[in-house]
């Protein structure tokens, strides 16, 4: 059964560095989500791709977050600097289509600690 | 404001005992209403949605919307329900997910 891959699966990290997460979407899926998921919430959209296109990312804290997708497959998530509250869970998520209703398919996540 | 409001964070059910975990949600327009469920250790996955009209492993969810609420219900609780739950509802402008607190079911024999 194909799955969402995630890496790394834990990173820890001390403030002011770079940090730098990856995601394999399932093989065919348009739509790629970046979530985080602070402790004792439910996750929070940061980025939304459409193939290699940002749809939506009016919650990235664009001074130190940023995502591409270069080829519309695979996608990374950069912090630099990472601050002590960026410490999260961060969820990869992929759909087939872009309609409403649509289910989305998580990976395991990175769970991130800044030191 | 679109939102997604679970008012519990945990609840505790015996074996066999019904089980109704509540989620409310503001939105303007028409919902696309999800639960998602989180076993131990494994991903966050999709349990059902609510313009499927469907029951998965026992449970139903009914779409309110003079109330504004979507509660997940399962008439006898076993003990492999015991998850993490989200609510979560497809925001205005696409398909990505507002999602609840979540709720924490714990089922015990």
């Known amino acids: 059964e194909a799955e969402v891959a995630q890496s790394p699966r834990y990173k820890i990290t001390e403030k002011s560095q770079a940090v730098a997460f990856w995601c394999d979407p399932i093989?065919?899926?348009?739509?790629l989500y970046w979530y985080r998921q602070i402790l004792g919430q439910g996750p929070e959209l940061l980025v939304q791709?459409?193939?290699?296109?940002?749809?939506?990312d009016s919650q990235l804290p664009k001074d130190r977050f940023s995502a591409e997708r270069l080829k519309g497959v695979d996608s990374t998530l950069k912090i630099q600097p990472a601050e002590l509250g960026d410490s999260a869970m961060y969820l990869c998520?992929?759909?087939?289509?872009?309609?409403?209703?649509?289910?989305?398919?998580f990976g395991q996540g990175t769970r991130l600690t800044v030191v | 404001a679109q939102r997604v409001t679970q008012p519990e964070k945990l609840l505790s059910v015996f074996k066999g005992a019904p089980v109704e975990l509540k989620c409310n949600y503001s939105y303007s327009g028409s919902p696309e209403l999800f639960w998602y469920v989180q076993y131990s250790r494994q991903r966050l996955q999709l349990l059902l949605r609510?313009?499927s009209r469907e029951s998965i492993k026992g449970f139903t969810a009914d779409l309110n919307k003079g109330e504004t609420s979507f509660h997940l219900k399962k008439p006898f609780a076993q003990e492999e329900d015991s998850a993490m739950y989200y609510c979560?509802?497809?925001?205005?402008?696409?398909?990505?997910?507002?999602f609840g607190k979540g709720t924490t079911l714990s089922v015990s024999s």
């Open positions: 979560a509802l497809a925001n205005q402008a696409g398909t990505a997910l507002i």
């Open positions: 791709f459409q193939d290699e296109s940002v749809v939506d």
């Open positions: 998520a992929s759909s087939r289509f872009s309609a409403r209703g649509t289910e989305a398919f």
């Open positions: 093989s065919g899926h348009a739509t």
């Open positions: 609510h313009i």
